[in-house]
C-alpha cells in the first residue's frame, strides 16, 4: 500500500526516518514550516529555516526514494514576536512561489493573541492571492474553541473550506470540522493528540470522506511511522482497505494537489536514486559508506509496518 504522511518535520528527523518511512510504503511526505524548539530571534534565521525545508530536505529525502513537499507559514507561536513576525511576512510571498510548496501553513493559533490572529488573517489573504491551500494548527489548550474560530475566521475572509486542512483534530473536535467542509486533519502522536487506536474508532464512526491521518514527527517523543503503523491497525480492525487508503493517501493527495505542486506522477514514474549526488556541495553519505543507486522506477519492496 503507497502512503503519504502529510505532516513530518523531517528536518529534526535522521535519515535511518526516511529508510524506514520508505520501506513501510511512504511514498511521499509534506513538511510543514513550524516552531523549532528555540525561539527564532531574528528573520535571517527563519529565512535559512525555510531554505532548508524547500531545499536541503527536498534532496534529502530524494536519496531515500521519498517525494518530499512543504508548506511555507509564520507560526502562531512566534507570530507573537511582532519585529520577527514582520519580516517573515516579507519573505513568505517568494518562498510560497518556490517548487514544491503545497500550502500555506502550519498557521493558525497557539494561545489566541491578537498577534496571532492578525498573522493568521494576513496569511490567509497571502493563500487566496495565490490560490494555494492552507494548513491550520489547531491550539493545544482551549482546543474546541480554538478550531471553532479557525474556520470562523477562514469563512469571515471567503476562503472555500475545501481549500483548508484543519489540522491536528481530537474527539471533540472532529464533528464540527466535518460538517462545515473542511478536511479533518489527525496527527498520531505517542500519549497526546491522537493515538492508533482512537484513530481507528473515529474511522468506524465517521468513515473516510475528508478525512487525513499524518504523523506529526518532529523534535519532540513522536513517531515517523505513525501513518504505516495506523494504516496496519485500521485494516487489523476491519477497516476497509478503501477507506484506508482514502485517509492514509488519496485524500493527502486531493486536498494538497488543488496546489497544483503534488503529483501522483512524481512518485510512480520517479528519478534515479543516486547518493554519490550532492546538494551544495553536501553528501548523505559519511565515511566512505556504500552509495545507494538505482534506475528510474526501480522499486525496492514495501509494506505495512507490523507491530
Known amino acids: 500500500m503507497m502512503m503519504i504522511d502529510p505532516h513530518a518535520h523531517m528536518i529534526s528527523r535522521t535519515t535511518d526516518d526516511y529508510e524506514a518511512m520508505a520501506a513501510a510504503g511512504i511514498v511521499a511526505l509534506i513538511e510543514p514550516a513550524f516552531w523549532t524548539g528555540q525561539p527564532r530571534t531574528f528573520v535571517g534565521t527563519y529565512v535559512d529555516y525555510l531554505s532548508s525545508i524547500v531545499g536541503w530536505e527536498r534532496f534529502r529525502a530524494g536519496q531515500f526514494g521519498i ?14 514576536n511582532e519585529e520577527l513576525a514582520e519580516g517573515v511576512m516579507e519573505w513568505l510571498p517568494r518562498f510560497a512561489l518556490k517548487e514544491g510548496v503545497v500550502a500555506i501553513g502550519e498557521i493558525g493559533y497557539d494561545e489566541q493573541t491578537p498577534l496571532e490572529d492578525k498573522y493568521f488573517r494576513l496569511q490567509l489573504e ?10 491550520i494548527h489547531t491550539p493545544h489548550r482551549d482546543k474546541k474553541r480554538g478550531t471553532s474560530r479557525s474556520m470562523d475566521v477562514c469563512e469571515e475572509h471567503g476562503i472555500d473550506p475545501g481549500m483548508v486542512i484543519v489540522d491536528h483534530n481530537n474527539e471533540e473536535t472532529v464533528e464540527e470540522t466535518l460538517e462545515r467542509g473542511y478536511w479533518a486533519g489527525f496527527s498520531i502522536y505517542p500519549s497526546t493528540k491522537m493515538g492508533n ?8 464512526k465517521y468513515g473516510g470522506d475528508r478525512i487525513i491521518v499524518d504523523s506529526a514527527c518532529d523534535w519532540g517523543i513522536s513517531d515517523s511511522l505513525g501513518v504505516p503503523k495506523t494504516a496496519s491497525l485500521a485494516l487489523k480492525s476491519g477497516i476497509a482497505p478503501e477507506t484506508v487508503r482514502k485517509v492514509c493517501y488519496q485524500n493527502a493527495l ?24 550532492v546538494f551544495e556541495g553536501n553528501s548523505i553519505l559519511r565515511g566512505g559508506r556504500e552509495p545507494r543507486i538505482e534506475a528510474p522506477g526501480e522499486q525496492r ?7
Request: hydrophobic residues 35%; proline residues 5%; aromatic residues 4%.
Open 126 to 135: 497571502l493563500a487566496k492571492e495565490l490560490s494555494l491551500p492552507v494548513m
Open 254 to 277: 486531493d486536498a494538497y494537489g488543488q496546489s497544483g505542486q503534488i503529483k501522483e506522477e512524481d512518485w510512480l514514474n520517479p528519478p534515479a536514486i543516486d547518493q554519490r549526488t
Open 197 to 204: 487506536a482512537r484513530m481507528v474508532e473515529l474511522l468506524k
Open 301 to 307: 519492496s514495501k509494506g505495512l509496518i507490523i507491530e
Open 67 to 80: 517525494r518530499h513537499y512543504c508548506t511555507v507559514g509564520l507560526n502562531s507561536k512566534e507570530a507573537n
